[in-house]
Every structure is written in C-alpha cells, then in structure tokens.
T-cell receptor
Framework: AQTVTQSQPEMSVQEAETVTLSCTYDTSESDYYLFWYKQPPSRQMILVIRQEAYKQQNATENRFSVNFQKAAKSFSLKISDSQLGDAAMYFCAYRSAAVQGAQKLVFGQGTRLTINP | NAGVMQNPRHLVRRRGQEARLRCSPMKGHSHVYWYRQLPEEGLKFMVYLQKENIIDESGMPKERFSAEFPKEGPSILRIQQVVRGDSAAYFC?????????????????FGAGSRLTVL
C-alpha cells in the first residue's frame, strides 16, 4: 500500500519570504499523480497544485511550485512571496493511475504553516 | 456554481444515536467520495459512489457505517449507534468523471466537511 509522509508538523515563515514544505511517498508504481491541498481554518480542502508522475517538468501555479524528484520519491512544495492568506494546513496526497486504487487519494499527516507579519 | 455542499456543518450526537451526513455534489458531477479526518490527521478514504452504485467501500468500517447516492437527491453517509471514536470531520468530494478516465478531468472538489461530535 502507498504511504505519504510529511515530516514537518509545523512550519513558519515571514511574510513575503519563501518556504518549502516537504513530502515523501512510498510506492512501487511508476504511474501516479501527486497533489498539494490547502486546508485553511474554514476546513475547506482547496487544491493548490498537482503533478503527473510521467511529466519531468515541475508544476507551477503562480507563487506555488513543486520540486518533484521521482527517483527519490520526493514532492516538496515551494511557496514564494508568502502572504498572510497562505496560513493553513497543507496536505500532500498521492493517487494511483492504476485502475485498482485510482479512486483513492492517500494523504499525508499535514504541515501547519504559519505566516508571521 | 455552488460547489460541493455538505450539511450539517456541525452535528452533535450522544452515544448510541444515529448520524446522517449529506452531500450534494457540484452540478454535473456524478462521482462522489467520502473521506474522514480524525483530529490532527490527514484525510482517509472511506467510499466511492456513483449514482445508485457503491463502487468501492474498502475504507468503510465493517459495521455501523453505510453510504448511498440515490438517483435523486444528495449522497448520505449514515453512522448508526455512534461511539466517541466516530468523532471526526467527514468530507465529501465530487468529480465530473470517474477515476479510471483521463486524470486531467478527474480533479476532486471537496466540500467544507461535516464535523461530528459524539458525547
């Protein structure tokens, strides 16, 4: 079974600076998808960014980018120019591309990000 | 588009009572997923449903939990005879296509969750 590990329970960063959240995963599959979700205090789960494993190019969405290292099974999220609204729990998630398992997202434990003004 | 609507947002039950959580998927979405989030943990998959069909319930506890997605109306997650360990946030998500199709279209949209507290 696949597992996702976020080793940083909490992180903090000064407003306008850059922060990187770590995520590693374990799988024997070669084709899969990776996601970062944001959960603000409202509890709404919001998709931040996604990456297809077959793509070598790292995904980017405005101030959010990932460093996808397939061989190392690492998928970190970089937030540039941090804003107060970025404060939230961030979850890394894995989804298999295989028929059996494709319907499940496997989540990490989350990293709570605090933005200091 | 109202997004994925879940209600109630908060539900308090005493041990032994029943809890019913409702989820209306986004307009045009016919695939529904339920996840549970225990305190200080990530979300855990429970069940995947299409209209009138349970496709995968491998994450559901064997007893007391059931889910349905009728032809008309919202999806319902039902917990009978609740215990304190059922206290959690329950999230519903929906997608426009199934997970076995091209992934680009199968991005899950989550609701805001229903927080169940069992006294």
């Amino acid at each position: 079974a696949q597992t996702v590990t976020q080793s940083q329970p909490e992180m903090s960063v000064q407003e306008a600076e850059t922060v990187t959240l770590s995520c590693t995963y374990d799988t024997s599959e070669s084709d899969y998808y990776l996601f970062w979700y944001k959960q603000p205090p409202s509890r709404q789960m919001i998709l931040v960014i996604r990456q297809e494993a077959y793509k070598q190019q790292n995904a980017t969405e405005n101030r959010f980018s990932v460093n996808f290292q397939k061989a190392a099974k690492s998928f970190s999220l970089k937030i540039s120019d941090s804003q107060l609204g970025d404060a939230a729990m961030y979850f890394c998630a894995y989804r298999s591309a295989a028929v059996q398992g494709a319907q499940k997202l496997v989540f990490g434990q989350g990293t709570r990000l605090t933005i200091n003004p | 588009n109202a997004g994925v609507m879940q209600n109630p947002r908060h539900l308090v039950r005493r041990r032994g009572q029943e809890a019913r959580l409702r989820c209306s998927p986004m307009k045009g979405h016919s695939h529904v997923y339920w996840y549970r989030q225990l305190p200080e943990e990530g979300l855990k998959f429970m069940v995947y449903l299409q209209k009138e069909n349970i496709i995968d319930e491998s994450g559901m506890p064997k007893e007391r939990f059931s889910a349905e997605f009728p032809k008309e109306g919202p999806s319902i997650l039902r917990i009978q005879q609740v215990v304190r360990g059922d206290s959690a946030a329950y999230f519903c998500a929906s997608s426009p296509t199934g997970p076995y199709t091209f992934s680009g279209a199968n991005v899950l949209t989550f609701g805001a969750g229903s927080r169940l507290t069992v006294l």
